[in-house]
Protein backbone atom coordinates (compact mmCIF):
# COMPACT_ATOMS: atom_id res chain seq x y z
CA UNK A 1 0.00 0.00 0.00
CA UNK A 2 1.55 3.26 -0.83
CA UNK A 3 2.13 5.74 1.52
CA UNK A 4 0.82 8.96 0.18
CA UNK A 5 1.45 11.41 3.00
CA UNK A 6 4.93 10.32 3.23
CA UNK A 7 5.22 10.43 -0.56
CA UNK A 8 3.94 14.30 -0.41
CA UNK A 9 5.89 14.94 2.36
CA UNK A 10 9.22 14.03 0.47
CA UNK A 11 7.51 16.22 -2.73
CA UNK A 12 7.30 19.06 -0.58
CA UNK A 13 10.75 18.38 1.45
CA UNK A 14 11.79 18.52 -2.50
CA UNK A 15 10.18 21.06 -3.19
CA UNK A 16 10.99 23.68 -0.47
CA UNK A 17 14.61 22.48 -0.35
CA UNK A 18 15.17 23.39 -4.47
CA UNK A 19 13.48 26.80 -3.94
CA UNK A 20 15.88 27.93 -0.84
CA UNK A 21 18.70 26.07 -2.46
CA UNK A 22 18.95 26.93 -6.14
CA UNK A 23 19.02 30.75 -6.03
CA UNK A 24 21.71 30.72 -2.91
CA UNK A 25 23.65 28.16 -5.46
CA UNK A 26 23.47 30.69 -8.49
CA UNK A 27 24.98 33.42 -6.63
CA UNK A 28 27.36 30.92 -5.15
CA UNK A 29 28.27 28.90 -8.65
CA UNK A 30 28.55 32.17 -9.89
CA UNK A 31 30.87 33.95 -7.43
CA UNK A 32 33.15 30.78 -7.46
CA UNK A 33 33.47 30.87 -11.66
CA UNK A 34 34.43 33.92 -12.41
CA UNK A 35 36.23 35.29 -8.84
CA UNK A 36 39.38 34.28 -7.56
CA UNK A 37 40.54 35.00 -3.56
CA UNK A 38 42.53 33.84 -1.04
CA UNK A 39 41.34 30.26 0.12
CA UNK A 40 38.90 29.38 -2.88
CA UNK A 41 40.43 25.51 -2.85
CA UNK A 42 39.30 25.32 0.68
CA UNK A 43 35.58 26.70 0.41
CA UNK A 44 35.14 24.04 -3.29
CA UNK A 45 36.29 21.70 -0.31
CA UNK A 46 33.91 22.31 2.21
CA UNK A 47 31.10 22.72 -0.64
CA UNK A 48 32.00 18.80 -1.23
CA UNK A 49 32.33 17.87 2.32
CA UNK A 50 28.48 16.42 1.74
CA UNK A 51 29.50 13.98 -0.90
CA UNK A 52 31.73 12.00 0.52
CA UNK A 53 30.70 12.12 4.26
CA UNK A 54 28.43 9.54 5.42
CA UNK A 55 24.33 11.04 5.37
CA UNK A 56 24.36 9.98 9.39
CA UNK A 57 27.54 11.59 9.78
CA UNK A 58 26.14 15.08 8.59
CA UNK A 59 23.25 14.11 10.24
CA UNK A 60 24.73 12.99 13.85
CA UNK A 61 26.40 16.41 13.65
CA UNK A 62 23.27 18.35 12.80
CA UNK A 63 21.45 16.82 15.52
CA UNK A 64 24.22 17.72 18.06
CA UNK A 65 24.80 20.98 16.25
CA UNK A 66 20.99 22.30 16.28
CA UNK A 67 19.25 19.85 19.19
CA UNK A 68 18.22 21.73 22.29
CA UNK A 69 21.23 20.91 24.52
CA UNK A 70 23.37 22.94 22.02
CA UNK A 71 23.64 26.62 22.38
CA UNK A 72 22.38 27.01 18.70
CA UNK A 73 19.53 25.00 18.85
CA UNK A 74 18.30 26.83 22.33
CA UNK A 75 18.67 30.15 20.43
CA UNK A 76 17.34 29.36 17.56
CA UNK A 77 14.63 27.58 19.63
CA UNK A 78 14.29 31.04 21.67
CA UNK A 79 14.14 33.13 18.23
CA UNK A 80 11.38 31.34 16.35
CA UNK A 81 9.74 29.06 19.42
CA UNK A 82 10.10 25.82 17.65
CA UNK A 83 12.68 23.25 18.24
CA UNK A 84 14.49 22.35 14.65
CA UNK A 85 15.22 18.67 15.34
CA UNK A 86 12.17 16.10 14.79
CA UNK A 87 10.76 18.97 13.03
CA UNK A 88 10.11 19.35 9.23
CA UNK A 89 11.70 22.89 9.35
CA UNK A 90 14.78 20.94 10.65
CA UNK A 91 15.05 18.69 7.56
CA UNK A 92 14.37 21.57 5.18
CA UNK A 93 18.14 22.96 6.82
CA UNK A 94 19.56 19.30 6.46
CA UNK A 95 18.61 18.67 2.97
CA UNK A 96 19.79 21.99 2.06
CA UNK A 97 23.00 21.44 3.80
CA UNK A 98 23.58 18.08 2.31
CA UNK A 99 22.72 19.00 -1.03
CA UNK A 100 24.70 21.99 -1.64
CA UNK A 101 27.08 20.16 -4.24
CA UNK A 102 24.47 18.64 -6.13
CA UNK A 103 23.57 22.23 -6.14
CA UNK A 104 26.58 24.11 -6.86
CA UNK A 105 28.45 22.11 -8.54
CA UNK A 106 26.70 21.84 -12.35
CA UNK A 107 25.79 25.62 -11.45
CA UNK A 108 29.46 26.48 -11.03
CA UNK A 109 30.88 24.42 -14.12
CA UNK A 110 28.07 26.21 -16.71
CA UNK A 111 29.01 29.53 -15.26
CA UNK A 112 32.68 28.62 -16.26
CA UNK A 113 31.61 28.10 -19.72
CA UNK A 114 30.44 31.74 -20.23
CA UNK A 115 33.19 33.10 -21.78
CA UNK A 116 35.57 36.49 -20.64
CA UNK A 117 34.11 38.53 -23.94
CA UNK A 118 30.38 38.30 -23.43
CA UNK A 119 30.68 39.37 -19.97
CA UNK A 120 32.51 41.96 -21.14
CA UNK A 121 30.33 43.00 -24.00
CA UNK A 122 27.58 42.84 -21.52
CA UNK A 123 29.01 45.21 -19.37
CA UNK A 124 30.52 47.47 -22.00
CA UNK A 125 26.21 47.63 -23.53
CA UNK A 126 25.69 49.63 -20.06
CA UNK A 127 23.81 46.53 -18.45
CA UNK A 128 24.17 46.31 -14.92
CA UNK A 129 25.26 43.09 -12.84
CA UNK A 130 21.57 42.07 -11.72
CA UNK A 131 20.64 42.68 -15.03
CA UNK A 132 23.58 40.76 -17.20
CA UNK A 133 22.55 37.90 -14.77
CA UNK A 134 18.78 37.77 -16.03
CA UNK A 135 19.37 38.84 -19.31
CA UNK A 136 22.70 37.42 -20.42
CA UNK A 137 23.71 34.52 -17.96
CA UNK A 138 21.03 32.28 -16.79
CA UNK A 139 19.52 31.80 -20.45
CA UNK A 140 23.25 30.49 -21.23
CA UNK A 141 23.73 28.59 -17.62
CA UNK A 142 20.35 27.16 -17.95
CA UNK A 143 21.53 23.30 -18.66
CA UNK A 144 23.38 23.77 -15.52
CA UNK A 145 20.43 25.04 -13.25
CA UNK A 146 17.80 22.47 -14.50
CA UNK A 147 20.43 19.82 -13.65
CA UNK A 148 20.85 21.17 -10.63
CA UNK A 149 17.44 21.45 -10.04
CA UNK A 150 16.60 18.01 -10.94
CA UNK A 151 19.26 16.22 -8.93
CA UNK A 152 18.64 17.99 -6.13
CA UNK A 153 14.81 17.41 -5.95
CA UNK A 154 15.20 13.68 -6.83
CA UNK A 155 17.96 13.38 -4.07
CA UNK A 156 15.56 14.47 -1.45
CA UNK A 157 13.14 13.13 -2.50
CA UNK A 158 15.51 9.58 -2.08
CA UNK A 159 17.29 10.96 0.91
CA UNK A 160 17.54 8.33 4.38
CA UNK A 161 20.00 8.78 7.02
CA UNK A 162 19.64 12.51 7.06
CA UNK A 163 16.01 12.79 7.16
CA UNK A 164 16.03 9.81 9.67
CA UNK A 165 18.98 11.31 12.03
CA UNK A 166 17.55 14.83 12.07
CA UNK A 167 14.19 13.96 11.76
CA UNK A 168 12.80 10.80 12.94
CA UNK A 169 10.23 8.93 12.25
CA UNK A 170 6.82 11.41 13.11
CA UNK A 171 3.82 10.59 10.48
CA UNK A 172 2.80 13.50 8.48
CA UNK A 173 6.11 15.45 9.95
CA UNK A 174 9.16 13.82 8.95
CA UNK A 175 8.36 10.50 7.39
CA UNK A 176 9.52 10.82 4.05
CA UNK A 177 8.78 8.03 1.47
CA UNK A 178 12.32 6.71 1.88
CA UNK A 179 11.82 5.98 5.61
CA UNK A 180 8.01 4.66 4.41
CA UNK A 181 9.94 2.20 2.53
CA UNK A 182 12.27 1.53 5.38
CA UNK A 183 9.21 0.75 7.55
CA UNK A 184 7.10 -1.04 5.08
CA UNK A 185 10.47 -4.04 4.89
CA UNK A 186 10.67 -3.55 8.96
CA UNK A 187 7.21 -5.06 9.28
CA UNK A 188 7.40 -7.07 6.39
CA UNK A 189 4.87 -5.15 3.86
CA UNK A 190 6.84 -5.86 0.66
CA UNK A 191 4.14 -5.21 -1.37
CA UNK A 192 4.31 -1.16 0.00
CA UNK A 193 8.02 -1.48 -0.24
CA UNK A 194 8.18 -2.44 -3.55
CA UNK A 195 5.54 -0.27 -4.78
CA UNK A 196 6.79 2.79 -3.46
CA UNK A 197 10.47 2.14 -4.21
CA UNK A 198 9.12 1.64 -7.84
CA UNK A 199 7.83 5.37 -8.07
CA UNK A 200 10.77 6.38 -6.74
CA UNK A 201 12.76 4.50 -9.40
CA UNK A 202 10.28 5.51 -12.02
CA UNK A 203 10.53 8.90 -10.98
CA UNK A 204 14.39 9.08 -11.49
CA UNK A 205 14.61 7.37 -14.56
CA UNK A 206 11.73 10.09 -16.09
CA UNK A 207 13.78 12.88 -14.28
CA UNK A 208 17.11 11.99 -15.35
CA UNK A 209 16.16 11.25 -19.08
CA UNK A 210 13.88 14.49 -19.28
CA UNK A 211 17.14 16.51 -18.32
CA UNK A 212 19.29 15.13 -20.62
CA UNK A 213 16.77 15.92 -23.26
CA UNK A 214 15.64 19.71 -22.24
CA UNK A 215 19.57 20.41 -22.16
CA UNK A 216 20.04 18.87 -25.22
CA UNK A 217 17.17 20.86 -27.08
CA UNK A 218 18.57 24.41 -25.17
CA UNK A 219 21.66 23.35 -26.44
CA UNK A 220 20.58 23.03 -29.77
CA UNK A 221 18.12 25.88 -30.18
CA UNK A 222 21.44 28.32 -28.82
CA UNK A 223 23.90 26.44 -31.27
CA UNK A 224 27.84 26.39 -30.31
CA UNK A 225 29.09 29.35 -29.07
CA UNK A 226 30.01 32.42 -30.72
CA UNK A 227 33.37 31.28 -30.79
CA UNK B 1 21.26 61.23 -25.28
CA UNK B 2 23.41 63.41 -27.94
CA UNK B 3 26.69 61.62 -28.76
CA UNK B 4 29.47 63.64 -26.65
CA UNK B 5 32.90 64.14 -29.18
CA UNK B 6 35.98 64.65 -27.70
CA UNK B 7 39.72 63.40 -27.38
CA UNK B 8 40.56 60.33 -25.09
CA UNK B 9 44.14 61.28 -23.37
CA UNK B 10 45.75 58.27 -21.50
CA UNK B 11 48.64 58.25 -19.48
CA UNK B 12 49.09 55.07 -17.12
CA UNK B 13 51.34 52.65 -15.24
CA UNK B 14 50.44 49.14 -14.22
CA UNK B 15 53.17 46.74 -12.35
CA UNK B 16 50.62 44.56 -10.85
CA UNK B 17 50.36 41.36 -12.94
CA UNK B 18 50.69 42.98 -16.59
CA UNK B 19 53.60 45.62 -16.47
CA UNK B 20 51.90 48.41 -18.80
CA UNK B 21 53.35 51.77 -19.43
CA UNK B 22 51.21 53.93 -21.82
CA UNK B 23 51.22 57.78 -22.90
CA UNK B 24 49.05 59.27 -25.42
CA UNK B 25 45.55 60.95 -27.31
CA UNK B 26 43.81 59.56 -29.73
CA UNK B 27 41.91 62.73 -31.28
CA UNK B 28 37.55 62.49 -32.12
CA UNK B 29 37.60 61.13 -35.33
CA UNK B 30 40.88 59.04 -35.43
CA UNK B 31 41.72 55.68 -35.69
CA UNK B 32 44.65 54.52 -33.46
CA UNK B 33 46.06 51.26 -34.21
CA UNK B 34 47.79 49.32 -31.15
CA UNK B 35 50.39 46.79 -32.50
CA UNK B 36 52.58 44.75 -30.86
CA UNK B 37 53.20 41.02 -30.50
CA UNK B 38 50.95 38.63 -28.28
CA UNK B 39 51.40 39.49 -24.27
CA UNK B 40 52.60 42.71 -24.73
CA UNK B 41 49.82 44.47 -23.23
CA UNK B 42 47.62 45.30 -25.94
CA UNK B 43 44.59 43.65 -24.68
CA UNK B 44 45.13 45.01 -20.97
CA UNK B 45 45.53 48.74 -22.56
CA UNK B 46 42.15 48.51 -24.10
CA UNK B 47 40.21 46.58 -21.06
CA UNK B 48 41.68 49.08 -18.75
CA UNK B 49 40.62 52.31 -21.29
CA UNK B 50 36.88 50.45 -20.87
CA UNK B 51 37.23 50.64 -17.21
CA UNK B 52 36.89 46.58 -17.30
CA UNK B 53 40.45 46.84 -15.63
CA UNK B 54 41.80 49.78 -13.70
CA UNK B 55 45.66 50.67 -13.93
CA UNK B 56 47.63 51.51 -10.83
CA UNK B 57 48.31 54.67 -11.30
CA UNK B 58 47.74 57.46 -14.37
CA UNK B 59 44.64 58.99 -15.72
CA UNK B 60 42.14 58.49 -18.40
CA UNK B 61 40.48 61.53 -19.57
CA UNK B 62 37.70 61.78 -22.21
CA UNK B 63 37.76 65.62 -22.93
CA UNK B 64 37.22 67.12 -19.37
CA UNK B 65 35.24 64.45 -18.07
CA UNK B 66 38.16 62.26 -15.73
CA UNK B 67 37.57 57.96 -16.19
CA UNK B 68 40.23 57.09 -14.17
CA UNK B 69 42.22 59.51 -11.56
CA UNK B 70 44.02 57.48 -9.10
CA UNK B 71 44.96 60.47 -7.03
CA UNK B 72 41.59 61.64 -6.85
CA UNK B 73 40.12 58.18 -6.63
CA UNK B 74 38.28 58.22 -9.71
CA UNK B 75 37.20 55.17 -11.69
CA UNK B 76 34.07 54.91 -13.90
CA UNK B 77 32.83 51.69 -14.69
CA UNK B 78 32.23 50.66 -17.87
CA UNK B 79 28.29 50.84 -17.86
CA UNK B 80 29.40 54.89 -16.72
CA UNK B 81 31.99 55.94 -19.82
CA UNK B 82 29.63 54.71 -22.87
CA UNK B 83 32.00 52.97 -24.62
CA UNK B 84 31.43 50.76 -27.48
CA UNK B 85 33.72 47.63 -26.94
CA UNK B 86 34.19 44.94 -29.84
CA UNK B 87 36.05 42.09 -28.11
CA UNK B 88 38.12 39.90 -29.85
CA UNK B 89 35.64 37.28 -30.05
CA UNK B 90 32.97 39.72 -30.31
CA UNK B 91 31.33 38.98 -27.36
CA UNK B 92 27.83 38.53 -28.90
CA UNK B 93 24.75 37.11 -26.56
CA UNK B 94 24.12 33.57 -28.03
CA UNK B 95 20.85 33.32 -26.58
CA UNK B 96 19.58 36.61 -28.46
CA UNK B 97 19.12 37.63 -32.46
CA UNK B 98 21.09 39.62 -34.63
CA UNK B 99 18.78 42.64 -33.80
CA UNK B 100 18.66 41.97 -29.84
CA UNK B 101 22.07 42.53 -29.49
CA UNK B 102 22.17 45.23 -31.20
CA UNK B 103 18.71 46.54 -29.18
CA UNK B 104 20.77 45.51 -26.37
CA UNK B 105 23.60 48.12 -26.95
CA UNK B 106 20.92 50.91 -27.02
CA UNK B 107 20.48 52.14 -23.20
CA UNK B 108 20.73 55.56 -23.79
CA UNK B 109 17.52 56.27 -26.27
CA UNK B 110 14.14 55.82 -25.54
CA UNK B 111 12.50 52.14 -25.97
CA UNK B 112 10.25 52.82 -28.53
CA UNK B 113 13.33 53.73 -31.30
CA UNK B 114 15.61 51.25 -30.37
CA UNK B 115 14.49 48.67 -33.03
CA UNK B 116 14.03 51.30 -35.74
CA UNK B 117 17.55 52.09 -34.77
CA UNK B 118 19.08 48.54 -34.31
CA UNK B 119 17.84 47.83 -38.05
CA UNK B 120 18.91 51.10 -39.07
CA UNK B 121 22.79 49.95 -38.18
CA UNK B 122 22.43 46.05 -39.08
CA UNK B 123 21.97 47.58 -42.57
CA UNK B 124 24.62 49.88 -42.52
CA UNK B 125 26.55 47.07 -42.08
CA UNK B 126 25.34 45.28 -44.80
CA UNK B 127 23.21 42.76 -42.26
CA UNK B 128 19.80 43.37 -43.97
CA UNK B 129 17.60 39.82 -44.18
CA UNK B 130 19.23 38.30 -41.07
CA UNK B 131 17.98 40.48 -38.04
CA UNK B 132 16.02 37.05 -36.36
CA UNK B 133 19.06 34.82 -36.82
CA UNK B 134 20.84 33.77 -33.59
CA UNK B 135 24.36 34.11 -33.73
CA UNK B 136 25.09 30.47 -34.02
CA UNK B 137 23.55 30.64 -37.34
CA UNK B 138 25.67 33.73 -38.50
CA UNK B 139 28.96 33.40 -40.98
CA UNK B 140 32.08 34.55 -39.03
CA UNK B 141 31.67 37.66 -41.26
CA UNK B 142 28.10 38.26 -40.07
CA UNK B 143 28.50 37.83 -36.79
CA UNK B 144 31.90 40.35 -36.53
CA UNK B 145 29.56 42.96 -38.39
CA UNK B 146 26.41 42.51 -35.59
CA UNK B 147 29.13 43.22 -33.32
CA UNK B 148 30.06 46.26 -35.20
CA UNK B 149 26.96 47.67 -35.42
CA UNK B 150 26.58 46.89 -31.88
CA UNK B 151 29.55 49.11 -30.93
CA UNK B 152 28.60 51.65 -33.29
CA UNK B 153 25.04 51.84 -32.20
CA UNK B 154 25.77 52.66 -28.96
CA UNK B 155 26.98 56.24 -30.60
CA UNK B 156 30.12 55.56 -27.88
CA UNK B 157 32.25 57.97 -26.71
CA UNK B 158 35.27 56.01 -27.77
CA UNK B 159 35.15 52.96 -29.86
CA UNK B 160 37.53 50.09 -29.01
CA UNK B 161 37.94 47.28 -30.92
CA UNK B 162 40.22 44.20 -30.43
CA UNK B 163 41.69 42.33 -32.93
CA UNK B 164 38.67 42.87 -34.71
CA UNK B 165 39.26 41.23 -37.61
CA UNK B 166 41.43 37.70 -36.36
CA UNK B 167 38.55 35.65 -36.24
CA UNK B 168 37.56 35.58 -39.40
CA UNK B 169 38.71 34.00 -43.07
CA UNK B 170 41.10 36.17 -45.25
CA UNK B 171 38.45 37.03 -47.87
CA UNK B 172 35.61 37.88 -45.59
CA UNK B 173 38.82 39.87 -43.52
CA UNK B 174 39.21 41.94 -47.47
CA UNK B 175 35.31 42.20 -46.97
CA UNK B 176 35.19 44.14 -44.04
CA UNK B 177 38.67 46.18 -44.22
CA UNK B 178 36.73 48.04 -47.26
CA UNK B 179 33.55 48.05 -44.79
CA UNK B 180 35.28 49.42 -42.07
CA UNK B 181 37.18 51.89 -44.03
CA UNK B 182 33.81 53.11 -45.28
CA UNK B 183 32.84 53.43 -41.82
CA UNK B 184 35.51 55.25 -40.82
CA UNK B 185 34.33 58.08 -42.27
CA UNK B 186 31.30 58.87 -40.98
CA UNK B 187 32.75 57.94 -36.71
CA UNK B 188 33.18 61.41 -34.82
CA UNK B 189 34.44 59.50 -31.88
CA UNK B 190 38.30 58.19 -31.46
CA UNK B 191 38.87 54.99 -32.27
CA UNK B 192 41.20 52.48 -30.59
CA UNK B 193 42.22 49.50 -32.37
CA UNK B 194 44.15 46.80 -31.32
CA UNK B 195 45.91 44.44 -33.94
CA UNK B 196 49.51 42.03 -34.31
CA UNK B 197 48.98 42.83 -38.25
CA UNK B 198 50.57 45.68 -39.52
CA UNK B 199 48.98 46.10 -42.85
CA UNK B 200 46.05 46.48 -41.10
CA UNK B 201 47.50 48.56 -39.41
CA UNK B 202 49.02 50.61 -42.53
CA UNK B 203 45.46 50.16 -43.62
CA UNK B 204 43.03 51.33 -41.52
CA UNK B 205 45.11 53.60 -38.97
CA UNK B 206 45.69 57.57 -38.79
CA UNK B 207 48.20 56.81 -36.26
CA UNK B 208 49.75 54.06 -34.62
CA UNK B 209 51.28 52.85 -31.50
CA UNK B 210 53.64 49.89 -31.10
CA UNK B 211 53.95 48.37 -28.19
CA UNK B 212 55.83 45.58 -26.51
CA UNK B 213 56.41 44.05 -22.97
CA UNK B 214 53.84 46.56 -21.75
CA UNK B 215 56.35 49.48 -22.85
CA UNK B 216 54.99 51.89 -25.39
CA UNK B 217 58.14 51.92 -28.40
CA UNK B 218 57.05 54.49 -30.74
CA UNK B 219 53.72 56.41 -32.19
CA UNK B 220 53.01 58.07 -35.07
CA UNK B 221 51.73 57.88 -38.48
CA UNK B 222 51.77 54.38 -39.80
CA UNK B 223 54.09 54.98 -42.35
CA UNK B 224 56.17 57.52 -40.43
CA UNK B 225 56.80 54.83 -37.84
CA UNK B 226 57.77 52.14 -40.85
CA UNK B 227 59.82 54.29 -42.50
CA UNK B 228 61.76 55.96 -39.55
CA UNK B 229 61.36 53.87 -36.94
CA UNK B 230 62.90 55.09 -33.97
CA UNK B 231 65.22 52.11 -33.17
CA UNK B 232 66.46 48.83 -33.95
CA UNK B 233 63.65 47.15 -31.26
CA UNK B 234 60.69 49.22 -33.40
CA UNK B 235 62.25 48.51 -36.71
CA UNK B 236 62.42 44.49 -35.31
CA UNK B 237 58.54 44.94 -34.42
CA UNK B 238 57.50 46.65 -38.02
CA UNK B 239 59.44 43.22 -39.37
CA UNK B 240 62.53 45.29 -40.55
CA UNK B 241 65.30 42.89 -41.24
CA UNK B 242 67.76 44.55 -43.00
CA UNK B 243 69.35 45.73 -40.13
CA UNK B 244 73.04 46.32 -40.53
CA UNK B 245 76.02 47.97 -38.62
CA UNK B 246 77.76 50.94 -40.20
CA UNK B 247 80.44 53.93 -39.80
CA UNK B 248 79.92 57.32 -40.68
CA UNK B 249 82.90 58.06 -42.72
CA UNK B 250 81.78 61.64 -44.43
CA UNK B 251 79.29 64.49 -43.60
CA UNK B 252 78.49 65.82 -47.23
CA UNK B 253 75.98 68.92 -45.81
CA UNK B 254 76.20 70.30 -49.20
CA UNK B 255 74.86 67.38 -50.69
CA UNK B 256 72.89 66.69 -47.26
CA UNK B 257 74.11 63.39 -47.25
CA UNK B 258 76.39 60.93 -44.27
CA UNK B 259 78.35 58.99 -45.79
CA UNK B 260 78.94 55.28 -43.92
CA UNK B 261 80.99 51.94 -44.28
CA UNK B 262 79.52 49.09 -44.52
CA UNK B 263 82.10 46.01 -44.89
CA UNK B 264 83.53 47.65 -47.98
CA UNK B 265 80.59 49.35 -49.64
CA UNK B 266 79.79 52.87 -49.05
CA UNK B 267 76.48 54.04 -48.12
CA UNK B 268 74.87 57.21 -49.19
CA UNK B 269 71.90 58.13 -46.80
CA UNK B 270 70.05 61.28 -45.52
CA UNK B 271 72.30 63.85 -43.80
CA UNK B 272 71.82 63.80 -40.11
CA UNK B 273 74.26 66.11 -37.96
CA UNK B 274 74.17 64.74 -34.70
CA UNK B 275 76.29 61.68 -35.98
CA UNK B 276 80.13 62.67 -35.78
CA UNK B 277 82.46 61.15 -37.97
CA UNK B 278 83.66 57.85 -36.86
CA UNK B 279 81.02 57.15 -34.82
CA UNK B 280 79.58 53.52 -34.97
CA UNK B 281 75.64 52.91 -35.83
CA UNK B 282 72.86 50.97 -36.93
CA UNK B 283 70.64 51.33 -39.78
CA UNK B 284 68.14 50.07 -41.88
CA UNK B 285 66.18 49.89 -45.11
CA UNK B 286 62.63 49.09 -45.43
CA UNK B 287 61.51 46.75 -48.56
CA UNK B 288 60.32 49.62 -50.66
CA UNK B 289 63.91 51.32 -50.85
CA UNK B 290 65.95 48.42 -52.62
CA UNK B 291 65.27 48.70 -56.20
CA UNK B 292 65.68 45.84 -58.35
CA UNK B 293 63.41 47.31 -61.55
CA UNK B 294 66.35 49.86 -62.81
CA UNK B 295 68.98 47.08 -63.47
CA UNK B 296 67.52 46.29 -66.78
CA UNK B 297 66.61 49.91 -68.34
CA UNK B 298 69.54 50.85 -66.72
CA UNK B 299 68.75 53.80 -64.57
CA UNK B 300 70.57 52.54 -62.03
CA UNK B 301 73.81 53.52 -63.08
CA UNK B 302 73.15 57.24 -61.82
CA UNK B 303 72.16 56.26 -57.97
CA UNK B 304 74.62 55.88 -55.19
CA UNK B 305 74.29 52.64 -53.07
CA UNK B 306 74.76 50.28 -55.60
CA UNK B 307 75.02 47.15 -54.74
CA UNK B 308 76.29 43.34 -56.65
CA UNK B 309 74.44 40.54 -54.33
CA UNK B 310 74.23 36.88 -54.80
CA UNK B 311 70.47 35.27 -54.48
CA UNK B 312 71.05 32.32 -52.39
CA UNK B 313 66.90 31.72 -52.12
CA UNK B 314 63.58 32.69 -53.81
CA UNK B 315 60.13 31.86 -52.34
CA UNK B 316 56.90 32.46 -53.97
CA UNK B 317 54.59 33.42 -52.22
CA UNK B 318 51.28 33.65 -54.22
CA UNK B 319 51.58 37.35 -56.42
CA UNK B 320 54.74 38.30 -54.66
CA UNK B 321 58.27 36.34 -53.87
CA UNK B 322 60.38 36.57 -51.26
CA UNK B 323 64.30 37.19 -51.87
CA UNK B 324 67.31 35.81 -49.22
CA UNK B 325 70.40 37.71 -51.33
CA UNK B 326 74.00 38.08 -49.78
CA UNK B 327 75.79 41.13 -50.45
CA UNK B 328 78.81 39.97 -52.77
CA UNK B 329 81.72 38.98 -51.06
CA UNK B 330 80.37 39.65 -47.43
CA UNK B 331 78.17 37.75 -45.27
CA UNK B 332 75.85 40.79 -45.00
CA UNK B 333 72.04 39.34 -46.13
CA UNK B 334 69.40 41.34 -47.64
CA UNK B 335 65.74 40.51 -47.38
CA UNK B 336 63.40 41.53 -49.68
CA UNK B 337 60.09 40.78 -51.52
CA UNK B 338 59.39 41.66 -55.19
CA UNK B 339 56.03 41.02 -57.22
CA UNK B 340 56.35 38.03 -59.22
CA UNK B 341 55.64 40.02 -62.13
CA UNK B 342 59.01 41.61 -61.90
CA UNK B 343 60.84 38.69 -60.77
CA UNK B 344 60.05 36.98 -64.10
CA UNK B 345 61.10 40.35 -66.02
CA UNK B 346 64.17 40.36 -64.39
CA UNK B 347 64.58 36.26 -64.95
CA UNK B 348 65.25 35.89 -61.23
CA UNK B 349 66.93 32.81 -60.33
CA UNK B 350 69.01 31.04 -57.14
CA UNK B 351 72.92 31.74 -57.45
CA UNK B 352 72.20 34.33 -60.28
CA UNK B 353 74.30 37.76 -59.54
CA UNK B 354 72.61 40.93 -60.19
CA UNK B 355 72.85 44.56 -58.65
CA UNK B 356 70.22 46.66 -56.83
CA UNK B 357 70.04 49.99 -55.78
CA UNK B 358 69.37 51.39 -51.94
CA UNK B 359 67.40 54.31 -52.06
CA UNK B 360 69.75 57.07 -49.83
CA UNK B 361 66.27 58.70 -48.77
CA UNK B 362 65.09 55.68 -47.42
CA UNK B 363 67.95 54.47 -44.87
CA UNK B 364 67.37 55.42 -41.68
CA UNK B 365 69.83 55.42 -39.19
CA UNK B 366 68.36 54.08 -35.65
CA UNK B 367 68.90 55.78 -32.53
CA UNK B 368 70.97 53.34 -29.86
CA UNK B 369 68.67 51.22 -27.63
Known amino acids: MMDWQALWLSVKLSGITVLVLIPLAILAGRALAYRQFVGKSWVEALIMVPLVLPPT ?43 IPFAVQPIQRAFETVP ?109 NHR | MAQIIADLHCQIQNDNHIKLNADFCCKAGEVLAVVGPSGGGKTTLLRMIAGLNHPDAGQIHFGEQPWFDDKARIALSPQQRHIGYMPQHFGLFPNLTALENVVAGLDHIPKSERITR ?59 YLELARLKEQLLCPVIMVTHDLNEALLLADTMMLISQGQMLQQGAPFEVLSRPRNEAVARQMGLRNIFDGEVVFQDSTKDLTWLKCGEQLIACDFGKDRPVGSRVRWVIPNQGIRFNSISNGRLCRSFNKLDITIDALLVMGESVRLLCYVTGTQLQLHTEISLHLAQKLALKKGMQTTVALKSEQIHILEPL
Open chain 1, 57 to 99: VIGYYLLVGLGSQSWLGQWIEQVIGQQLVFHFSGLVIASVLVN
Open chain 1, 116 to 224: HDVRDAAACCGMGRIKILLKIELPMVWPGVLTALVLCFSHVLGEFGVVLMMGGNIAGETKTISIAIYDSVQSFDFNAAGTMSLVLLLFAVTALALTTSLSRRLGGQRGT
Open chain 2, 118 to 176: AKDWLERVNLHGLPDRLPAHLSGGQRQRVALARALAREPSVLLLDEPFSAVDRETRERL
